[in-house]
């Protein structure tokens, strides 16, 4: 990540790009690893009073050391006054204070218990598209009891074009787990856009065949050729690989009996590694899947998609606060 420099480079620009005007609000989020970082920059650099930024200790990165680095550039940019800090904990203050709070991952869950203190106008922007709310993020039937807009972010929106990412996502998965995708006959696994796109992308790469489907049947058959599957199935809650769960989708000795060589390359599915590995299967990334959870987000392609839809997410918030339509904010509640 260096020093930064970029990053806000990259920031302010997208600011003027998509006009994010915050003057006078507070903006309750977070601050985490890699690009998600910023998060608190954007907001304070678009013109917000003040911005709580909470985080929590976790194996990916040690939270006092991320915060002072982060005091550090909020001085280098003159916004120490703007922004503060929580370390473990969830002051009733900010939350209660707060006009904008964004459901990022150490602001989860957005539950009652929580949302019984926000504002009368507070409001919920989603970092990603509305079709992709997860239940267990945000009770979006209190929202709607207490009238609290909610706005999913359309990340195919022109000046941003974010869910496009997902294709070069697949691809560096793919190279990663050491295919080659040209040539090579890729099943997609998956029924929604992540599929789609990702399938559109190993054909522009020259994959020898894709087949995008979710009909165990046919998959089956077709794995019996194939180099790879690539599970991408972004609501399926079921276990997607397991001999020893019943509701499996598919069952280990299934698709080793359709090809034992075959790679399996995940971005969501849930599954045990260890499982899967012990029955001599080939799995990239090396980590348990879990659903409805990207097994790598796209930070991992660089800093565009990441920064675009983290400043896209805020102006969400501005157009919901503002009651305001635009095709970015995809209203919700």
């Known amino acids: 990540m260096g020093s930064g420099a970029k990053e806000i480079a990259f920031i302010k620009d997208a600011i003027k790009n ?12 977070e601050i985490g690893s890699n690009y ?66 964004t459901n990022s991952g150490f602001i989860r869950p957005l539950n009652e218990e929580f949302l019984e203190h926000c504002k009368e106008d507070v409001v919920i922007p989603l970092m990603f598209e509305a079709w992709e709310l997860r239940g267990s993020d945000i009770d979006i ?35 990663e787990a050491g295919l080659e995708v040209y040539q090579d006959k890729i099943l997609v696994w998956s029924d929604d856009e992540f599929g789609k796109v990702s399938a ?38 079921r276990t997607i690989i397991s001999n020893t769960d019943s509701d499996a989708i598919f069952t280990i000795d299934e698709l080793k009996k359709a090809n034992p060589f075959v790679t399996i390359v995940h971005l969501y599915g849930k599954f045990n590694l260890s499982e899967l590995e012990e029955n001599g299967l080939s799995v990239y990334p090396r980590q348990d899947g879990r659903a409805e959870y990207m097994s790598k987000t796209l930070t991992h392609i ?12 805020l102006k969400v918030g501005q157009l919901l606060y503002a009651n305001e339509n635009n095709d970015l904010k995809q209203l919700i509640s």
């Open 18 to 29: 998509l006009e994010i005007d915050l003057d006078g609000l507070t903006v309750l989020t």
């Open 36 to 101: 998600y970082f910023f998060l608190p920059f954007i907001a304070a650099l678009a013109g917000a009073r003040s911005v709580y930024a909470w985080t929590a200790s976790n194996r990916y990165f040690d939270c006092d050391a991320l915060v002072g680095k982060a005091r550090s550039l909020a001085e280098e940019l003159s916004l120490e006054h703007k922004i503060g800090f929580a370390v473990n904990e969830r002051p009733l203050a900010h939350i209660r204070n707060a006009d904008i709070i």
């Open 141 to 175: 039937h209190y929202c709607r009891k207490r009238k609290i807009r909610v706005g999913g972010t359309w990340e195919s929106h022109p000046s941003i074009r974010v869910f496009e990412s997902v294709g070069p996502l697949a691809i560096k998965l793919a190279f």
């Open 200 to 237: 559109d992308y190993f054909r522009n790469m020259n994959a020898g065949e894709v087949l995008l489907t979710t009909d165990k049947r046919v998959a089956l058959e077709y794995l019996e050729e194939a180099d790879c599957i690539y599970f991408c199935p972004n609501h399926e809650k």
């Open 302 to 313: 660089g800093m565009r998609p990441t920064l675009n839809l983290l400043c896209a997410g």
